[in-house]
């Protein structure tokens, strides 16, 4: 069963069409990639799935449900979302922003419960922020803010989760475990992702934006392979083999690759 289709999808902001006809499907349980080179419409794709922007064209499918006919509070119940900008006007404390998860599921100014703090200190725990609690949101390093906002995504207790990004300011280690974490849990995932091993090492299956001929997508093995990362991404690499029986990893070399010629 799918948990998310998109059908042809067009995007733009005035007057410039960044997207155009993009259709994609997010199997249920699956853990779904976005790659591609800065500025091929990776961030807008996202922001018109979950609403920050408003498609030209196109139909969204969640749990086979137009989203149109969905009012807000009902998608927060069914798809989380880490965005890329995650300002804070007021100077919240971390325990105070993870609680927000909670909001789908709260009458207006009804007070937290059991549940609400029960999945809240969970959600602190599984991405290792319990000891920042009562810091203040403001005060806290880009990486550490990151993870507050996937605590809070994790709090709203979702079977998707978008991510747009998740791992910017993140070192290695956090970085392995946030998608350790997220390939765990069951749940269903569309994660734009700027490091292609990660996206290889991670994803059941990839949409690779700014290919040359256009979209293209597949499982990850297939999609991430050496002439079209050089074509897509216009770098050297390779893709080398590990210790560790099937894996394989991009190897980047420096200056541009040659044009391919043509021969009749």
């Not at 249920?28 to 990776?42: A, D, H, M, Q, T």
């Not at 119940?77 to 105070?96: I, K």
């Not at 993870?147 to 300011?169: F, G, S």
């Amino acid at each position: 069963m799918d948990k998310l289709r998109i059908e042809h999808l067009t995007c733009a902001y005035g007057k410039r069409i960044i997207l155009e006809d993009v259709s994609l499907l997010v199997p249920e349980g699956s853990f779904v990639g976005i790659v591609g080179p800065n500025g091929c419409g990776k961030s807008t794709l996202l922001k018109s799935i979950y609403g920050a922007l408003t498609p030209l064209a196109g139909e969204r499918f969640l749990d086979g449900t137009d989203m149109k006919k969905m009012n807000s509070r009902e998608i927060a119940r069914r798809m989380a979302v880490v965005g890329q900008e995650n300002s804070v006007t007021f100077n919240y404390t971390v325990e105070e922003i993870v609680m927000m998860g909670r909001t789908p599921y709260k009458r207006l100014l009804e007070p937290d419960n059991e549940k609400d703090r029960d999945s809240v200190q969970q959600a602190m725990a599984r991405v290792g922020i319990t000891d920042l609690a009562k810091r203040r949101y403001t005060e806290l390093s880009g990486g550490e803010k990151q993870r507050v906002i996937l605590a809070r995504a994790l709090a709203q207790e979702t079977d998707l989760v978008l991510l747009d990004e998740p791992t910017n300011h993140l070192d290695i280690s956090y970085q392995l475990r946030i998608f350790d974490l997220l390939r765990e849990s069951g749940k269903t995932v569309l994660s734009a992702i700027h490091d292609l091993n990660l996206a290889l090492m991670y994803c059941d299956s990839i949409y690779m934006l700014g290919a040359p001929g256009g979209l293209f997508c597949g499982p990850a093995g297939e999609v991430l392979e050496e002439k079209r990362i050089r074509g897509t991404f216009d770098v050297n690499c390779s893709l080398e083999n590990t210790k560790e029986k099937g894996r394989k990893v991009i190897v980047y070399y420096g200056g541009r690759p040659e044009k391919e010629v043509e021969h009749e």
